[in-house]
């Protein structure tokens, strides 16, 4: 059964840099019909789209947050990791994993991990 | 790129059936999509895909009163016999090559 597991640190101070990392269990992430992404959503607020990257590494950003996002994969480790730089209070959110079947749906997410940008 | 337009709230009485709407943007009328719910505290979950045509294919665990259907550039949800489980954020999603976009979600009280 695929799960995917987010990780890393729920608090970041503004300016600095947020890192995350999904683990996916369950099936390959070198897979050639699925995509990986990552989606937010702040507190109250709806879904936001961040990015993916397929297990080629070819990665694809929300125009909104691309000079501040780098998405990369390990297929080593069967992770793939998000880094989002100089952050703000706006980047506080929950933080999801997902794979994106070969139809464009989402089809399984992470339980997802708050980050809270704060000093 | 597509926008999805989502009322922000539904409510229906236990038992009843509520329908959701959720409208595609000028121009990408054709496009599949797919419902999402996310409950109090939870991740979202997929719940089905759904064509132009109307066709729909729910994902495993779906229950039964779930359904989809489809108008011009309207999707609908439609949730029969609603349950108080049933309350929860409601999304609607869709596509393009390399990005999902999201509709700003509808929120279904159950009474």
């Known amino acids: 059964q695929l799960q995917l597991q987010e990780s890393g640190p729920g608090l970041v101070k503004p300016s600095e840099t947020l890192s995350l990392t999904c683990t996916v269990s369950?099936?390959?992430?070198?897979?050639?019909?699925?995509?990986w992404g990552w989606i937010r959503q702040a507190p109250g607020k709806g879904l936001e789209w961040i990015g993916g990257?397929?297990?080629?590494?070819?990665?694809y950003y929300n125009p909104s947050l691309k000079s501040r996002v780098t998405i990369s994969v390990d297929t080593s480790r069967n992770q793939f990791s998000l880094r989002l730089t100089s952050v703000t209070a706006a980047d506080t959110a929950v933080y999801y994993c997902?794979?994106?079947?070969?139809?464009?749906?989402?089809?399984?997410w992470g339980q997802g991990t708050l980050v809270i940008v704060s000093s | 790129q597509p926008v999805l337009t989502q009322s922000s709230s539904a409510s229906a009485s236990l038992g009843s059936s509520v329908t959701l709407t959720c409208t595609l943007s000028s121009g990408h009328s054709t496009y599949i999509i797919a419902w999402l719910q996310q409950q109090p505290g939870e991740a979202p979950r997929h719940l089905m895909k759904?064509?132009?045509?109307?066709?729909?294919t729910k994902g495993s665990g779906t229950p039964d009163r779930f359904s989809g259907s489809s108008s011009g550039a309207d999707r609908y949800l439609t949730i029969s016999n609603l349950q108080s489980e049933d309350e929860a954020d409601y999304y609607c999603?869709?596509?393009?090559?390399?990005?999902?976009?999201f509709g700003t979600g509808t929120r279904v009280t159950v009474l």
């Open positions: 759904l064509e132009g045509r109307g066709s729909y």
């Open positions: 990257i397929y297990y080629s590494g070819s990665a």
């Open positions: 369950g099936d390959s992430i070198s897979s050639s019909t699925y995509y």
């Open positions: 997902a794979r994106r079947g070969q139809i464009g749906f989402l089809d399984s």
């Open positions: 999603e869709t596509w393009d090559s390399y990005t999902q976009v």
